[in-house]
């Protein structure tokens, strides 16, 4: 069974930290490229963060130097460690595996089911 599977949401005041964690099938996860995804309400569902298998990532502008990914290939788990919330991060993370190559601002591959973020003024 194809699966992702995303933990580690909740609600947070502005400036405070979560971590996402996200569990994914072996079948879809070595050598898959690995990513998070949001999208915030009336809005279209953007990149985060993304990671390769050999461990090279790539960041939102809007989130880069607070937030880190990381990918745990023993354990096939991809984090999110988010710092210095801003309530404009708040949306539903999503999770997400592709195989190499596709891009990061192609939507593609394989999706959990979300977890919400809400962080607070």
């Known amino acids: 069974q194809v699966q992702l599977v995303e933990s580690g949401g909740g609600l947070v005041q502005a400036g405070g930290s979560l971590r996402l964690s996200c569990a994914a099938s072996?079948?879809?996860?070595?050598?898959?490229?690995m990513a998070w995804y949001r999208q915030a309400p009336g809005k279209q569902r953007e990149l985060v963060a993304g990671i390769t298998s050999v461990g090279s990532t790539a960041y939102a502008d809007s989130v880069r130097g607070r937030f880190t990914i990381s990918r745990d290939n023993a354990k096939n788990t991809v984090s999110l460690q988010m710092n210095n919330l801003k309530p404009e991060d708040t949306a539903v993370y999503y999770c997400n595996s592709r195989r190499p190559g596709i891009g990061w601002r192609t939507e593609y591959g394989y999706w959990g089911q979300g977890t919400q973020v809400t962080v607070s003024s």
């Open positions: 072996r079948s879809i996860f070595s050598g898959n490229e």
